[in-house]
């Protein structure tokens, strides 16, 4: 079946410094959308970015990711943390065998001073 | 404004209560699922409802039951809580699954 794979479950750093999450995927879809869902603390998932092109670099928010589907990865990045990206990750994509999307088990970003 | 709407947000319940949990949009989608957050299990999907009166299964329906007799509301029961759906709840709607879904502000249920 479908599966998304956050190899962290915690990702520390220090404020302005560069982050990467990480996001694999195993998919028999074709042509599918990727997501990335950010939640605040004791708020509701909120998209951040959606992407299903190749290649194509998608940002917003200052974070920005790529889908790259030769190595099945759509890894997050920001070039600067700040202190308000301290958030839960999830990486996302629809199910092939049912009308769902498929979430990871999510990355918790802690930004320090 | 797209929104969608959860009722109620907190609530304590006894083991052995019927609990429903309300989920309202406003953005006339089709597509609602009610999933549940755990720690260290992210978001686990319970239901899918395609549109009023066709509604599937996720992986992990088991001691769940759901309605959905309008398009812009969608239900969750749990007949005779355990404990062990204490959990925080989560409604969110789509116009299809491959869209942004949107999720309501969550209903953090106690079983006690």
């Known amino acids: 079946g479908d599966s998304v794979t956050q190899t962290e479950g915690l990702v520390t750093v220090t404020e302005g410094l560069p982050v990467k999450l990480n996001c694999t995927y195993q998919?028999?879809?074709?042509?599918?959308?990727f997501f990335w869902y950010v939640q605040y603390l004791n708020e509701a998932p909120q998209v951040l970015l959606r992407?299903?092109?190749?290649?194509k670099r998608t940002e917003h928010q200052g974070f920005h990711a790529t889908l790259h589907k030769s190595s099945s990865s759509f890894h997050l990045q920001k070039s600067s943390a700040q202190l308000s990206d301290s958030a839960l990750y999830y990486c996302?994509?629809?199910?092939?065998?049912?009308?769902?999307?498929?979430f990871g088990k999510g990355t918790v970003l802690l930004v320090s001073p | 404004d797209m929104k969608v709407t959860q009722m109620p947000r907190y609530l304590i319940k006894r083991m052995g209560e019927n609990v429903l949990l309300e989920c309202g949009q406003d953005?006339?989608?089709?597509?609602m699922y009610w999933y549940r957050q755990d720690p260290g299990l992210g978001l686990q999907l319970i239901y899918i409802?395609?549109?009023?009166?066709?509604?599937s299964e996720g992986d992990i329906p088991k001691g769940y039951r759901v309605s959905r007799k309008k398009r812009e509301h969608f239900s969750l029961i749990l007949d005779s809580a355990k404990t062990n759906q204490t959990s925080v709840y989560f409604c969110?709607?789509?116009?299809?699954?491959?869209?942004?879904?949107?999720f309501g502000p969550g209903t953090r249920l106690l079983v006690l």
């Open positions: 969110a709607s789509s116009l299809g699954h491959q869209d942004t879904q949107y």
């Open positions: 996302a994509l629809p199910d092939s065998g049912y009308n769902k999307l498929t």
């Open positions: 953005m006339s989608h089709e597509t």
């Open positions: 409802s395609y549109d009023v009166d066709s509604n």
């Open positions: 992407s299903s092109t190749d290649n």
């Open positions: 998919t028999t879809y074709l042509t599918i959308a």
